[in-house]
């Protein structure tokens, strides 16, 4: 079992950026593949970006490819996400997200979620 509790969503104007975290407790954070989805008012739940359980290696959605950075402080059992350059359509609730497989990059393969945090983005 783990807890994940993201933090860092706020209200932002177009360009600028924002980091969010999620501490995860209960296992260790190598245990999993961790990764960050996103949900808008209306939309489906998509894929952000993951870090895979061996190795390490980074995964991101094509629409935020160099603009979102995903890292891990394993010593803290804390991964962020930096998003820079934001846009209106960026807009969404970002979710926390944990997998017991090799990789988090759909839906369907998330074991644990955490409860959100809202980032807005005004134009």
């Known amino acids: 079992q783990v807890q994940l509790v993201e933090s860092g969503g706020r209200l932002v104007q177009a360009g600028e950026s924002v980091k969010l975290s999620c501490i995860a407790s209960?296992?260790?954070?190598?245990?999993?593949?961790m990764g960050w989805f996103r949900q808008a008012p209306g939309k489906e739940r998509e894929f952000v970006a993951s870090?895979?359980?061996?190795?390490?290696?980074?995964y991101s959605a094509d629409s935020v490819k160099g603009r979102f950075t995903i890292s891990t402080d394993n010593s803290k059992n804390t991964q962020y996400l930096q998003l820079r350059n934001l846009k209106p359509d960026d807009t969404a609730m970002y979710y926390c997200?944990?997998?017991?497989?090799?990789?988090?990059?759909?839906?369907?393969?998330?074991?644990?979620w955490g409860q959100g945090t809202q980032v807005t983005v005004s134009s």
């Open positions: 997200a944990a997998s017991k497989g090799y990789n988090v990059t759909a839906v369907r393969e998330v074991d644990y």
């Open positions: 209960g296992r260790t954070f190598s245990t999993y593949a």
């Open positions: 870090y895979s359980r061996i190795g390490g290696k980074i």
